[in-house]
Nanobody, 122 residues
Framework: QLVDSGGGLVQPGGSLRLSCAVSGFTLNSYSIAWFRQAPGKEREGVACSSRNDNNQNYADAVQGRFTIFRDNAKNTVYLQMNRLEPEDTAVYFC?????????????????WGQGTQVTVSS
């Protein structure tokens, strides 16, 4: 089970940290990704971390602003989002795949969180 949290309303240029609490399996056995879905748009990948956390990938739109990282002791994955823009407004989902590498192919992910709303607006 994945439980997303940490969303909210933030002004442009602000920061948020999303959390994804994992239960029922060991975090370091899975690759993890964050996806987002804006109204009227398809769900898209924004950041992912390989099983051993040695590799991370980011969508071009968030490169340099977002960071995905894990706390294996807490079985939790985070998405640190800085310099937020109105275009980042979406529902954010974490997802887990029983694979070594990570990518943004949604069909490869076995488990999904329920989503947390992020709204960037002045």
């Amino acid at each position: 089970q994945l439980v997303d949290s940490g969303g909210g309303l933030v002004q442009p240029g602000g920061s948020l940290r999303l959390s994804c609490a994992v239960s029922g399996f060991t975090l370091n056995s899975y690759s993890i990704a964050w996806f987002r879905q804006a109204p009227g748009k398809e769900r898209e990948g924004v950041a992912c971390s390989s099983r051993n956390d040695n590799n991370q990938n980011y969508a071009d739109a968030v490169q340099g602003r977002f960071t995905i990282f894990r706390d294996n002791a807490k079985n939790t994955v985070y998405l640190q989002m800085n310099r937020l823009e109105p275009e980042d407004t979406a529902v954010y989902f974490c997802a887990a795949a029983n694979r070594w590498q990570c990518d943004f192919a949604r069909s490869r992910y076995d488990y999904w969180g329920q989503g947390t709303q992020v709204t960037v607006s002045s």
